[in-house]
């Protein structure tokens, strides 16, 4: 159990340290690290049932088992088993996190940053083939798509957030008139914040969790039941690094009995979320009904879905552009807020894009074999929901199938990814968010490309957050630059949408898809404080009256 944070000395004015990228690592053939990540996986499989409970004041709080988060390669097999948080429980838990935030506020921004500091290194080192497992094994990834995440992505905004919490801190006013000194002290919000997190990034979690906690506030934390064992791990190594007992209270259960029972604190200071957009939509109105009760008004940052477009112009490298594409759609099985589900394609290049498209699809293999490219969906709900779409199109006159639309949740939650072709530009595949190996395209007529393409793109979806322009004419790519600059918040030209980094591409986007307060960056982070102005006078006065009111 971590120990409460002492008050320390400023005895000098230290520097966090320089931020760069975590480095991936190839799991190549051969490689030392794909040896350990196996025998890792294996081991975790052997091990595994893992029993999770819910972590309060630092402390594990049993309770009856009755969840369970399976392995969506092998659905029968279960990583971890798990005890729900009870409605007393949340609100001990939000008394806890109160109480710790005496402490942890007037926590030197030094001291945080050494914690996030050791939780990077114990994440680089004895926990690192762990968490790769958890992720894999309990979310579905392959080796690749877990190291970017689940390694290289968190340990980024451990790193980071020291970094940019310093920027802000040194952001002072610039101007003193005589024997006068203004400060401005960066105050972490007044209550705790609510993180709700997703199961498709465990780096989502890091960065839902410890935003906030960087600035001295405290978090009442919702793992999502996909995630949980790899989050439960995460929590583990925020506690071993020294996090104090009740900064992080650790709460998995049932979302909407957690919920409420935050929901009755007039403490809550934000909301901090990634998820579905109805979701989002959902608690931000509840929030709003509740306007008259908060002690303070509820800060709302949400990420949620996408419904994500390329966009081929006549003079575009199709070869590329191809197989960006396939990368875009079905890394990950499609379950990333940012994959790629619609492609507009010029009909000069439509017949050469399909082919190279549809045959790279076709060779993507799928299963649990470690240099597997695809694996399942997460659970059985997202299969069945993909399933549905993937029905609906054959079934729809207007819709050609060109590959995939095989399912099979035999043994896991696998669908083959899948790509049709619509004829109706305003089809719900080209609108509707799927959220899986699911992707439509779109031929246009060359002469059509312009300003009423640009509106089709622009306004079909409500979502608006990444997006790709291909093209090798520089009019084309600025012009296309300028005319969807709402439609997406991640905008990339001639790259796939997906992919952002810390430090590189911040990330998020805006209409149905957020509030667009791009994670891992500075902006974010003000989101969680609320600034004080503090002048001090060092100058006294003998009289009330001015000058101009002396005669």
Known sequence: MAVSCSASSSLGAFSTLAISNEPFVSYGPGSAERSKLIATVAQMQKDAPFNVH?????????????QAQDNP??????????????PELVSKAIDGALQAKKMWSRTSLHDRAAIF?????????????QMMAATMIGQGKNAYQADIDCVAESVDFLKFFPALAEGLYKNQPPINAVNVWNRTEVRPLDGFVYAISPFNFTALAVNLVLAPIIVGNVVIWKPSPGAIYSSWLFNKIMTEAGLPAGVLQFLPGDAEEVTAQVFESRDLSALHFTGSTAVFRSLATKIGEKMNFWRSYVRMVGETGGKNFHLLHP??????????TVRAAFEYQGQKCSACSRVYVPSSLAKEFKSILVEETQKLTMGDSFTDFLGPVISRSAFTRVSKYIADAKADPEITLLAGGECDDSTGYYIRPTVIEAKNPKSKFMIEEVFGPFLCIYVYEDASYGPELYQLIDGASEYALTGAIFATDRSAIIEATEELRYAAGNFYINDQCTGAMPGQQPFGGSRASGTNDKAGTAGLLTRFVSQRTIKENFSTIDSVLYPSNLD
């Open 315 to 324: 003079t575009a490298d199709v070869k590329n552009a191809a197989l960006k």
């Open 73 to 86: 390669f092998k659905h029968e097999m279960k990583l971890a088993k798990y005890s729900h948080a009870t």
């Open 117 to 129: 500091y050791r939780a990077a290194a114990l994440l680089q080192g004895p926990y690192k083939y």
């Open 54 to 66: 819910p972590v309060v004041n630092g402390t594990a709080v049993s309770g009856e088992i009755t």
